[in-house]
Every structure is written in structure tokens, then in C-alpha cells.
């Protein structure tokens, strides 16, 4: 299969680009993570989408543990080919390790603080048996 979709990528100086999930059919954005070219190659090759885990060095298989995958439907790159959108199907219902839909349930309210909007619909430890 042909990689030069790879080098139109502008990847950053540890081989990163961010990448977007985002839910289709509801254009919710889901989570952000980050993908270097084999996570962005095993994508497009499996369906399944493949992250790089900064804090454990190595290749994440998101819904590995929590069983939480998300189906890709489309990959896009930004105007600058800096930024990737994953549209996704996420299985489960969940996308945060939290125990949420997504990632972006804190919002800034007008006395500047943050207060949670969504709620947990699964206990992280029931998911991943710690917290």
C-alpha cells in the first residue's frame, strides 16, 4: 500500500501529529490524543483506532483494556497538515478513561471556574479494576 499520504503530514519534532476523535453521526469531538506514522498507518489498515501513548512509549490500541474501541469512518487532515480528525463509531458509549462519553466535560463557567458537565456513566475502576 502506498505511504506517501504519511509524508504529506506535518509531524512533529518527536514524529507526532494530534489527533481528533470525533463521533460520527454526532459530530460530538470525543478526545484528543496523539498518533505518530505507525499509529496513523495501523488505522488506516485496520479500521480500529491506533494511538501513541506519550506516557507509556508505545502503541495504544484504544479500548485495549476498557474494551472501548471506536470504528474509524473517515480520516481528514487539517489546512496547515498539522491536525488529524478521526471520525469514529465509539463502541461502548465511552471515550474518556474516566468513565464518560468524552474527554471535554469540564467547562469554564463565568466566576472562572471549571465545573463538570457530563456525568460518569461507568466507574473507571469497574472498567479497568483500578481508579
Known amino acids: 500500500m502506498n505511504e506517501q499520504w504519511l509524508d504529506q ?3 512533529d519534532a518527536q ?15 470525543l478526545m484528543m490524543a496523539w498518533m505518530n506514522r505507525e499509529s496513523l498507518r495501523l488505522t488506516r489498515e485496520t479500521g480500529h483506532a491506533v494511538y501513541w501513548s506519550r506516557s507509556r512509549g ?10 472501548h474501541q471506536q470504528l ?3 480520516i481528514r487532515l487539517d489546512c496547515d497538515a498539522d491536525v488529524v480528525l478521526i ?18 466535560f469540564r467547562e469554564l463557567d ?4 471549571w465545573v463538570e ?7 473507571p ?5 483500578h481508579a
Open 72 to 74: 474509524v469512518h473517515a
Open 125 to 129: 475502576r469497574a472498567i479497568y479494576g
Open 58 to 67: 508505545r502503541l495504544w490500541h484504544k479500548g485495549e483494556e476498557s474494551g
Open 15 to 29: 514524529g507526532l501529529v494530534p489527533a481528533i476523535a470525533q463521533e460520527t453521526g454526532t459530530g460530538r469531538i
Open 117 to 123: 458537565i457530563a456525568p460518569v456513566i461507568k466507574d
Open 87 to 104: 471520525e469514529v463509531e465509539q463502541k461502548g458509549g465511552m471515550a474518556c478513561h474516566t468513565g464518560r462519553h468524552n474527554c471535554f
Open 9 to 11: 503530514i506535518k509531524w
Open 110 to 113: 463565568a466566576t472562572g471556574n
